[in-house]
């Protein structure tokens, strides 16, 4: 695949702004390229703009090669620049799932990029067979988020590679999920096909929603594309130093990812067990759907109640969902406890 042949003309042509700083990589020297004020307060200089100590814990945790890595602010920021890249405004277009993360739209729309909306099959997996339909030839972007937010659903890897087989543009394979699963990475095929990205993020198992890094992994030209067009400086010294000190803490993480998987599947049987719910769908996120017909009045209780949850009414497929994330321990026994409460107040009502 020519990757060259995707992009936009422009992207493809843009001289980049660049810094000294992105050349130079030694230790303790005078800097006097970036007009910053030469006193230090720990965070007069600015960050590393490629992130270099960063990536390289993550390469090593990710076992990928630190060519083929971005770091975004956020996740969020890495799907823009991939719309931005590759799609030409009023021209191009991208395929979404639904129920599925917003923000693909959202991105699409602020770029004036059209979006193919797909309904997912009743067994909540992308419609093959629609999408092959859809697709035509100023599709640029399919993205496929797995486990998907906010069904819980892992989108089988053997599905995943015959698409980027199939696809001339670029799958772009949403895993933010990915740590609560025994699921396979589509990391695993970024040596196989040029034209699938693999988003994870740092917010959910590793805890660091607060300092919004975003990871990308792809081939190596096209994470070159995506840093032509990302400002310079966007990931902050001090997310860099944080993240950096949480990634070595990995015995911490894997405990309390361990907790919240065995608590998800706690919260499953208990919540099976009201009368409130008419649907809870199994989860391999750090979340789980129910559907129930009370979903307004549901989701105003659990408000009143200070119990913040949401509410995820989107049919014809989810009507009347509202999606929990699992808490501590402490917090998901208050869920259940106001859970029980309406339950009771419900089933008394229609006696």
Known sequence: ME??????????????????????EGGQAILLDA???????????YPDPYQRELKKELARLKEVKVDHMILGNGSDELIDLL??????????????????????????????????????TADL??????????????????????????????????????????????????????????????VHLLDKYRNVVVLQTLSKAWGMAG?????????????GILNRVKAPYNIGGLTQQTALAL??????????????????????????GLG???????SEANFILVITEFCQKLYRYLIACRVVVRLRDIPPLIGGGIRITVGTREENDRLLEVLHEYDNVMEVNTL
Not at 139 to 147: A, Q, R, S, Y
Not at 216 to 223: F, Q, T
């Open 125 to 186: 997996l992308p419609d093959w067979s629609e999408l092959r339909r859809r697709v035509d030839d100023r599709t640029k972007l399919i993205f496929l988020c797995t486990p998907n937010n906010p069904t819980g659903k892992v989108i089988p890897y053997g599905q995943i590679e015959r698409l980027c087989g199939e696809f001339q543009g670029m799958v772009i394979v949403d895993e933010a999920y990915i740590d609560f699963t025994d699921a396979p990475s589509a």
């Open 35 to 45: 007009n910053e004020n030469p006193f230090d307060t720990g965070v007069n200089r």
């Open 276 to 282: 409130i719910f008419r649907r809870v769908y199994d």
């Open 211 to 223: 300092l919004r890094l975003g990871i990308g992994l792809a081939d190596p030209e096209v994470v």
């Open 83 to 120: 719309i931005r890249s590759f799609c030409e405004p009023a021209e191009d277009n991208i395929v979404v799932f639904s129920p599925g993360y917003a923000m693909y739209e959202v991105s699409a729309a602020i770029n004036r990029v059209g979006v193919k909306k797909i309904d997912l």
């Open 3 to 24: 990757i060259e042949k995707l992009i936009r003309k422009n992207i493809w042509e843009l001289q980049p702004y660049s810094c000294a700083r992105e050349e130079y």
């Open 247 to 272: 990634l070595r803490q990995y015995d911490l993480f894997q405990n309390r990812r361990t907790g919240i998987i065995l608590e998800r599947e706690r919260l499953i049987r208990e919540l099976r």
